[in-house]
DNA sequence: ATGACCGATTGCATCGGA
């Protein structure tokens, strides 16, 4: 009111991240979650799908662009934006020429225009890692994030607005899990795991829930078994990591619980941020 | 009572997820 009053316009962008466990099994739900919290940006994880093969018709009827980067059953990650891509880069640099080839479909960064300036958003989905003795798995999610700890570094030198969502795989403290004691050794909660997380953070990122609140007990994510969702034993792995430019523009930070409960749900739940383009 | 999982695949069992 104020600010259409004084002149200018200030708007807030809801840019959200989630991991929605298969488009073809969670499509009507991903539609009924975009008509309820018409986020203006949303990063979705684990599509499932090959690009030819997502449904994208009744999303851009919602007035969205789509851009995936997918692969036949597994993985797979996309951006929906209201606003329209300047550019999309797919896939995570390999750290050394001559590296093997990474052949899992994990990231996907859209560049758009915000009030004349640039704002870039990633879209990832760290590998989860288990078992930690299967350097197929555990060694591979510790090179992706020393692969992610370089891209960042590159990135920032840009010194743009750069927000790095999606599921991370990592659960950064005791106090983001239910029973610290049962993810010990785990991939997520790993001494290794944690470090470069943390390494990643401290090249100047600020994550956007822990800028919000420092309360214990704050889930992303309750596995399907055991009555995890009922029983609240859940764990924080979905993050959204903001470049200092980005951060000048933060607002607040929420989580979708009540996607949990709706029927046919994924295990994780939405994260979104308020990003003020003013 | 005390909470027995879910999605994708060329499948009617297996794998991957966390």
């Not at 200030?10 to 991903?30: F, P, Q, T």
């Not at 007035?63 to 880069?89: C, M, W």
């Not at 004349?116 to 879209?123: A, Q």
């Not at 609240?232 to 979708?256: Q, W, Y």
Request: charged share 25%; proline share 5%.
């Amino acid at each position: 009111m104020c600010a259409a009053l004084s002149g200018f316009e200030v708007l807030v962008m809801k840019i959200a991240s989630w991991n929605i466990n298969g488009i073809k099994a969670r499509h009507d739900v991903l539609l009924e979650w975009l008509r309820q919290a018409e986020p203006d940006i949303a990063c979705l994880q684990e599509i499932k799908s090959m690009d030819d093969l997502f449904p994208a018709v009744e999303i851009e009827a919602l007035g969205y662009n789509v851009e995936t980067h997918g692969q036949k059953g597994f993985n797979g990650v996309a951006i929906l934006s209201r606003k329209p891509f300047d550019e999309v880069n797919r896939g995570l640099p390999l750290l050394n020429e001559g590296d093997d080839a990474d052949e899992q479909a994990r990231f996907i960064e859209g560049v758009f225009t915000v009030n004349d300036t640039v704002l870039r958003v990633v879209s990832l989905y760290l590998p989860n890692g288990n078992p930690v003795d299967d350097p197929r798995k555990f060694d591979y999610k510790l090179d992706w994030m020393d692969r992610l700890h370089a891209w960042s570094q590159d990135r920032l030198l840009l010194e743009e607005p750069l927000i790095l969502m999606g599921d991370y795989n990592v659960i950064p403290q005791a106090e983001d899990c239910w029973d610290p004691k049962t993810w010990e050794g785990d991939a997520l909660f790993r001494p290794e795991t944690r470090s470069r997380f943390e390494a990643l953070k401290n090249l100047g990122f600020t994550e956007a829930l822990r800028s919000s609140t420092a309360k214990a007990g704050i889930y992303t994510f309750w596995d399907y078994q055991a009555g995890a969702w009922p029983k609240n034993h859940g764990v924080r792995i979905d993050h959204l990591l903001m470049s200092p430019e980005a951060t000048m523009h933060f607002k607040g930070c929420e989580i979708d619980k009540f996607v949990r409960d709706w029927g046919k749900p994924s295990d994780h739940v939405p994260i979104w941020l308020e990003y003020n383009d003013a």
